[in-house]
């Protein structure tokens, strides 16, 4: 895994072993910024199930104002620490959350945050067939906070297993997919207007 782009363009990231944690590959994450253009400079964002950080970091190295990266696990967020410091990215623009990416939405909902570009590419769902998905994916979407942290003109990236079959709630419309092998990974803007926006016009 390295960074692909930008400030700290061809450094390594360092992934912990014998975790389950699956780095989106780097012809994955090319075509991601291919398709945002340059909306990411100056861009606040929002990595959940941040994983290695892989993400997020190359967000920051591209020149995202802010990045907030959400990793449950202690073990793994102690290597996105030393991924950051070995970079030699701005330290004060990455904001780390050692915690469940649920909780966390949830919290920044409360204190008002909002970003620009929100991403996650979760542990993958198994194949639903006849069912309703109960990934972390089809979660994401169905969460009723998570609409409140995208700015009205923002984008959701969600990564899922093309076996996973993901129901849109009316507050998601896809403005763009790009899949590459078992990967997806959906644009995803929001449709409706938030009674908090609604009050402030």
């Known amino acids: 895994m390295r960074i692909i782009g930008g400030q700290a363009a061809r450094h390594t990231l360092k992934v912990p072993k014998g ?3 699956r780095p989106t590959p780097d ?3 090319q075509a991601v910024f291919n398709s945002l253009g340059g ?3 100056d861009a606040r964002v929002l990595e959940l199930f941040s994983g290695s950080g892989a993400l997020g970091l ?3 190295s591209r020149g995202a104002t802010h990045v ?3 990793e449950k696990s202690g073990k793994v967020a ?3 620490r030393l991924n950051l410091a070995n970079l030699g990215l701005d330290e004060t623009r990455f904001e780390l959350r050692e915690q469940d990416a649920f909780a966390a939405i949830a919290q920044l909902r409360t204190t008002g945050r909002q970003f ?4 996650a590419d979760p542990p993958y769902g198994e194949k639903n067939v006849g069912h309703r998905s109960k990934s972390f994916a089809q979660q994401l979407l169905d969460n009723e906070n998570l609409p409140h942290l995208l700015n009205p003109e923002g984008l959701f990236i969600l990564g899922h297993t093309k076996r996973d079959t993901l129901d849109f709630p009316a507050d998601w419309a896809e403005a763009k997919t790009l899949k590459h092998g078992d990967t997806v990974m959906r644009f995803l803007k929001r449709t409706t207007q938030l009674a908090s926006e609604t ?3």
């Open 19 to 21: 975790y389950a944690v």
């Open 58 to 60: 190359e967000f920051l």
């Open 68 to 70: 907030v990266s959400v």
């Open 27 to 29: 012809r994955v994450k």
């Open 78 to 80: 102690r290597m996105i």
């Open 39 to 41: 909306r990411f400079n």
């Open 116 to 119: 620009d570009l929100i991403v």
């Open 199 to 201: 009050a402030a016009s």
